[in-house]
């Protein structure tokens, strides 16, 4: 059944999609894409892509699935992480719509820029800090995101580019939220698509913030070189897992490099999986500074490893254009400060490694390994846009 909704024009699918609106084990006949959708997407009701409950290896145990910052009121759905993926590359979320989501956190890359300092509206202004990929972002604990920590839950982080002046444009005289959630009511694919994701065509910032949430942590990353040699010798009786074993797909450097990532630093290594938690490589949930800065007093979150080799540049601020000068970095670099960490610390003073040449270049070839090429290439977290 389908009804012409008022002054817009739009075409709401009412009966069919309500039922749509049920629980994934008792789903009613799937209805036909409304011809809004089909027209700018290619979005098809009657193959959903599939977001919930990703498939994990093994070595994904417990103890990582319990990083899992998923909420309890915002249960995973395939059809409103398919609206998710809509929204994260609908231009039409910007005020001039010249900017998405994915403007800025392109797949390609591992959902980062290339840039330093993103675009948004206009290229007369530029984020104030480096985008942050994406993968495996569900992994951390306590969830809050952005490198300063600014918003407390992925849920809330959406709104944020939303409002900035200098990202999607809806903040201050831009007349807000609401106004865009007008915009959004005036076209024919968004009121269609909340029906078949929620129940209803209604669009709120809250059902908004659910969907494109959905999206971003179903972006898990478990397809790297590194996951397909460490599947090899995962043992979850062998101490720690068998990380400490070589892998069989690796180089010789590569798995020198490993060992180096792998290994405490009182045991000859350089600690680096203390902060960086294999196998999801996402930061310790009590990771403090990492002391870019002399007396740095914010405490930072970093993304997720994965995909880290794709490109630069790297840090908040993406001061470091290479991997080899972000080793060099945590080799000989950092610097004292009150939320310094304290697995950067030595002798209550800033570590300082003193790697060879070589030891550098392993940990750089070790950190390529982790580059996901499923992830950066898989047709769910595509563009959906007729272009």
């Known amino acids: 059944m389908v ?9 709401i699918v009412t009966l069919a999609l309500a039922l749509a609106g049920c629980s994934e ?34 070595y994904f145990d417990r103890t990582v699935r319990a990083l899992d910052n998923s909420p309890a009121t915002n249960p ?25 989501c994915a403007t800025c956190h392109r797949q390609a890359l591992g959902f980062t820029d290339s840039m330093r300092f993103s675009n948004g509206i ?21 969830g809050s995101t952005f490198w300063n920590r600014r918003a407390a839950s992925v849920e809330a982080q959406a709104s944020h580019p939303l409002r900035s002046l200098v990202e999607m444009g809806w903040g201050g005289p831009a007349g807000g939220v609401d106004l865009l959630i007008r915009r959004m009511d005036a076209t024919r694919y968004y009121p269609p698509l909340f029906a078949w994701a929620f129940g209803s065509s209604t669009i709120t910032e809250g059902r908004i913030q659910q969907a494109l949430a959905q999206f971003v942590r179903a972006m898990t990353s478990s397809a790297s070189r590194w996951d397909t040699g460490y599947a090899q010798v995962f043992s979850p009786t062998a101490p720690h897992g068998a990380l ?9 450097q590569e798995n020198r490099g490993r060992q180096l990532f792998m290994t405490a630093v009182d045991e000859g290594g350089a600690g ?6 294999p196998p999801s490589f996402a930061l310790a949930a009590d990771a403090h500074s990492n002391g870019l800065d002399a007396g740095e007093t ?21 001061r470091f254009v290479t991997l080899a000068e972000v080793v060099d970095f945590y080799d000989h670099g950092i610097q004292p400060g009150p939320a310094l960490d304290n697995r950067l610390r030595q002798a209550g003073r800033p570590q300082r490694l003193n790697l060879d040449s070589a030891d550098r270049a392993a ?25």
């Open 3 to 11: 009804r012409r909704a008022g002054r817009t024009g739009r075409l």
């Open 25 to 58: 084990g008792a789903r009613a006949p799937l209805p036909a894409t409304p011809a809004g959708i089909a027209a700018a997407t290619t979005i098809d009701f009657a193959h959903v892509a599939h977001y919930s409950a990703p498939s994990l290896p093994g």
């Open 76 to 100: 995973a759905n395939d059809r409103v992480a398919t609206l998710g993926r809509v929204m994260f590359y609908d231009l039409q979320l910007s005020t001039n719509g010249r900017a998405s």
């Open 122 to 142: 206009s290229d007369a202004a530029t984020t104030d800090f480096h985008a942050m990929r994406l993968g495996n972002l569900r992994y951390w604990q306590p």
């Open 244 to 252: 400490g074993v070589n892998l069989p797909n690796f180089t010789s």
């Open 272 to 277: 680096c999986s203390a902060c960086h938690l």
């Open 298 to 318: 914010r405490l930072f979150k970093a993304p997720s490893l994965r995909s880290v080799g794709l490109t630069g540049p790297y840090m908040h601020d993406g």
């Open 363 to 387: 940990l750089v070839a070790f950190l390529v390994t982790l580059n996901d090429p499923v992830l950066t290439t898989d047709p769910r977290f595509g563009d959906p846009f007729r272009r």
